[in-house]
Every structure is written in structure tokens, then in C-alpha cells.
């Protein structure tokens, strides 16, 4: 193309002319000529090619490597786990008047895949991952969830097709999902329970991941809420909630469970699990994190905005509605 622009520039035609010749935009052209044309001097289209390659491959630094106060707040945000999209959110609200300290998540994602990227770094709370990305790799692969299976267990039971209200209902604060995170060879597990509508989470420490442990420990966590915050608690079914009768008598919140091998009707829980497994990875002991611990993680998550909650944070919205005797303040 570049020796048809010289031929036919040669001859005398226009940008315009040339451009219907090759099926290119006027402007296409008309910046073809001025940027690689030598200035006094006709288009050569070999000297061209050569200044465009060499333009191409010159190596362009990123806003986010210039501009030091926005490296250095997106620096501290991934060292709080936050991910890119919830960083270039957070950066437009915060710097509204000033474009200068925006960035877009695909610029945060190529900074941290970028090879010796200074942003590849353990996190204070999660020293095990070297990625600040929940995937916890250095390079972008396709992602892969696989499905689990859990036994059933003989006793009688609510399921989930038992409650009030369908999955994708939100309107009522109160209702919880539940789950457990297991650790290497299922000899540990980490309790976590999460609000539907707030998206709040807490994590229970376990000894052991029997039923009885778990059944202690779940009315511990939770009997200090109001009845109108503990209205239900879904779970899979797992055998470590054997007792849930008993816990149903503790806290006077009904048990449902969902349908063998179904996570999508404990979405928020899911959802959750996956990103405390940037501090509880597959494959190690989780016996070993303390109450203190598992606190820190808690309070990190649930300060953390979440884009569907409309950049809100979990616990702002769960202490609002601890002092509110009103209707809810989020209806999703």
C-alpha cells in the first residue's frame, strides 16, 4: 500500500484520490504522508516503512509508571486485594476533576502481568500468594472452576425449594448462605457465612470440621445479632451440619439446604469463597490462622467496595441496618 501511495502520489493525485483508491479513510492517509514523509522532502515508501516499524516498536511507559501518585494509590490498593475493576471504579470517584489519575482495569491488569513488575508482590494479609490478583498468577491463562460433590447426609430437612422467597430475591436483610472452606486433605475447614442482600461476610474459626464443632461454633458467631438480621441460613449439603435442628433451636433461624451438587443457589457465598481463597489457598492446612486472624481477613473483605453493591462497602451497609429499625436500606 505504501508504494501505491508513492505511485500514486507521484502522480499528481490528491488524499482524497488516494484514498478511494485504496479503500482507506482521507485521514488514513493524509497522516500516512505527514508522519513519515521526511519534511521538504517526497514520500518514499521503503524510508516510510521503516519509520513506522520503528515507531511500533518503540517501547511506549504506561501512565501508571510516569505518574507517581497514581502508581503508589494503585500500589496500595492491590495490596489490599482489591481488584483491577474496583480500583479504576475507585480512581474515577476519587479524582473526578482530574483525568491525569485515571486508569482502566486492562492497564492495571497489563502493570501487573508486565514482566519485573513492581506490583508482584506478597500482600501483608496473604504472604503465601505473590500475585496481587486473586488468581494469583504473574500471567494471564484461561480460568477454570471446578464442580464439587457433597455426600448427602440422613435426616430430616428444609431444602431450599422450602423457602419463602426465590434465589435471585434479595428485598429481605437477614437471610444468610454458608459454607466451608476446607483445607489440605480435609483435616481443617474455615466457617463463612455471607448476607445476601449486604454481601456481608463471617468467617467462624473451627478446631475440627465435624458437625458438633461446627454446630458450636456457628451459634457463637451469630447469637449476637438481632432476630431480624438472622432470619434464615442456607447451606449445601454437606455432613457438617448435621445438627442443623439443633442450630435452628439456638439461633431461630431455619436451615435450607440446596440441591446436590447446585452452587449457583448460594451465588454470594460462592462468590465470597473465591476471593477468600486469595488468603486461604487450595491445598494447605487452614488449622493454623487464628480467630484474630480470620478477623483481619473479615474486616479487609468487607470494607472492600463492591461493584454490585454500587461501589458500597459491605460493612457500611450491614451497620446501617444494625441501627435501623426501618425498612432496608438496599433493595437488589
Known sequence: ERIEIADLRQSGLGVRA??????????????????????????????????AT?????????????????????????????????????????????????LCHENIYQAVHQPHSRFLRPTRLAPHRRSP??????????????????PRFQQPMLTIHDRPFPTLDRSEAGHWEGDLIIGDNHLSAIGTLVERQTRMLRLVHLPRSDAESLHAALVARMQDLPPALIRSITWDQGTEMARHLATTDKLGAPVYFCDSRSPWQRGSNENTNGLLRDYFPKGISVASHSPAHLLAVEHELNNRPRMVLKDRCPADLFAALLASSGPPLLRR
Not at 26 to 38: C, D, F, V, W, Y
Not at 39 to 46: D, H, Q
Not at 56 to 69: C, G, H, K, P, V
Open 18 to 51: 488516494i484514498a478511494v483508491r485504496l479503500g482507506r479513510a482521507p485521514s488514513t492517509i493524509s497522516r500516512e504522508l505527514r508522519r513519515n514523509a521526511p519534511a521538504g522532502r517526497r514520500y518514499r515508501p521503503f524510508d516510510a516503512h521503516r519509520r
Open 54 to 102: 520503528a515507531r511500533r516498536a518503540r517501547q511506549r511507559r504506561r501512565r501508571i509508571d510516569t505518574n507517581e501518585q497514581l502508581g503508589g494509590v494503585v500500589a496500595e490498593l492491590l495490596g489490599q486485594r482489591w481488584s483491577p475493576q474496583q480500583i479504576s471504579r475507585h480512581l474515577r470517584q476519587r479524582f473526578a476533576d482530574d483525568p491525569s489519575m485515571r
Open 133 to 150: 490478583l486473586r488468581t494469583g498468577r504473574d500471567h494471564r491463562r484461561a480460568h477454570q472452576r471446578p464442580q464439587r460433590r457433597r
